[in-house]
């Protein structure tokens, strides 16, 4: 599964995603927060006085862009992943691992660690890939992904950049097929000129894959 950031900052989200054994690729705003894969949280000591104290991580999460960027440069790898209109595609990218730590990731860990009071203070861990364009002074794309960060970066990368062919892929459903052209009232009248309109992109995406076939001069 490949999406944007508007659903890769999603806790809820991927939490679904993984209940239902989908691996996924998801974009993330270098705004979002985590701890380094090694921080281990501790439990301050009892004062006696008050609730009993709570397991916590002993310095604040930080950006994932300051994470990613205090790797260094050298921690980078250059990667092609397709050949565009104007030459191969290929940037430096970078994969750590890191321990999501925004406020849905804390109450998802809670929770599945038995409620608040019983929670080791543990935060899972995420595969981080990042991109650091070699024209740019520091990282400029993240995505977030459940796939072992021992996954060929070459396929994280593939699989993060995939969303091109997506934006393609709708604007000649909406623009070149009519998906949008639907002015009906009826569930069954919008659901026919959907399938009618998907029916025509799967015969012209089959006549692109097809060898060209040879024709007198």
Known sequence: MVADAGYGVSTPFRLGLEERGLAYVLALTGKEVAHRENARPHRPAYGGLGPPTLPRYRTPPRAVRALTAEAGAGRFTEVTWRQGSKGAMTSRFAVLT??????QSLAAAQEAGGGRNRWDGVLPTQT???????????PTGYWTSNLPAATPVADLV????????IE?????????LGLDHFEGRTWRGWHHHVTLVTAA?????????????????
């Not at 890191?98 to 406020?103: E, F, I």
């Not at 992109?201 to 001069?217: D, M, S, V």
């Open 98 to 103: 890191v321990r999501p730590a925004g406020k």
């Open 128 to 138: 981080l890939l990042a991109e650091w364009p070699e024209d740019q002074d520091a």
């Open 201 to 217: 992109k799967a015969f012209l995406t089959l006549r692109g894959l097809a060898p060209k076939a040879h024709t007198p001069a």
């Open 168 to 176: 393609h892929d709708y604007r000649e459903l909406k623009h070149g």
């Open 158 to 165: 593939r699989w993060a950049k995939m969303r091109w062919r």
